[in-house]
């Protein structure tokens, strides 16, 4: 089955303590991307990748890193996470190209950061 | 920087009426997506538009791509309590045709 696999779902930290959001989908695609999600702001690109080893910022990706080491994997890693990076989170994936093509979410990662 | 949003935010509508969604952007879209996430979901694609003036119809849903391709809409005809959910936009980034902006999404409910 076609699907994008995000781990943890939830998560609930304390500020100041590293922690990776890994993202896995096993359709092939080149393009894979981070989104966080607030109430009234819709959802909002923190990072995307193209394609292997090729990474870049989407619009709020301070706080945030990302890596691309395989074409099926996207980490997403808070080295110092903050209270205001509690959101909603979610990986996709498409074929290629982030807005010309459907992208596939992930179920998405509830963090909470005390 | 380039912004998209929707209205409303919220709609309350009663099952059998009709529903309307706005996504109106700052800047020219190449092309416009429409996504649908349901309560505890995550988004899942409904459409693309990429002409001026195109409309497209999926059973009950309309969708519209505005002639400037600066906005879009998405009507729902006689609504159903399946079509609860959250609507959001989406398209090409002025900043990068790889980047993505969502629009900040309409809420619907459907009170049966």
């Known amino acids: 089955e076609a699907q994008v696999t995000q781990n943890p779902r939830y998560l609930i930290t304390v500020t100041g303590k590293k922690l990776t959001v890994t993202c896995s989908q096993n359709?092939?695609?080149?393009?894979m991307s981070w989104y966080r999600q607030d109430p009234g702001l819709g959802l909002r690109q923190i990072y995307y990748?193209?394609?292997?080893?090729?990474?870049d910022k989407g619009d709020v990706p301070e706080g945030y890193k990302v890596s691309r080491k395989e074409k099926r994997n996207f980490p997403l890693i808070l080295e110092s996470p903050s209270p205001n990076q509690t959101s909603l989170y979610f990986c996709?994936?498409?074929?290629?190209?982030?807005?010309?093509?459907?992208?596939?979410f992930g179920d998405g990662t509830r963090l909470s950061i005390l | 920087g380039q912004q998209v949003m929707q209205i409303p935010q919220y709609q309350h509508v009663q099952e059998g009426e009709d529903f309307t969604t706005y996504c109106n952007s700052s800047t020219t879209l190449s092309n416009i997506q429409w996504y649908k996430q349901r309560p505890g979901g995550h988004p899942v694609f409904l459409i693309q538009?990429?002409?001026?003036?195109e409309v497209k119809k999926q059973k009950r849903l309309t969708f519209q791509f505005g002639e400037a391709k600066k906005n879009s809409s998405l009507h729902i005809t006689a609504t159903q309590t399946t079509d609860v959910g959250t609507y959001f936009c989406?398209?090409?980034?002025?900043?990068?045709?790889?980047?993505?902006?969502f629009g900040t999404g309409t809420k619907l409910q459907v009170i049966p």
């Open positions: 359709m092939n695609h080149e393009y």
């Open positions: 989406a398209g090409p980034n002025s900043g990068g045709y790889q980047k993505v902006t």
């Open positions: 538009l990429v002409k001026s003036g």
């Open positions: 996709a994936s498409t074929s290629h190209g982030g807005s010309n093509q459907p992208q596939h």
């Open positions: 990748s193209m394609n292997v080893e090729v990474t």
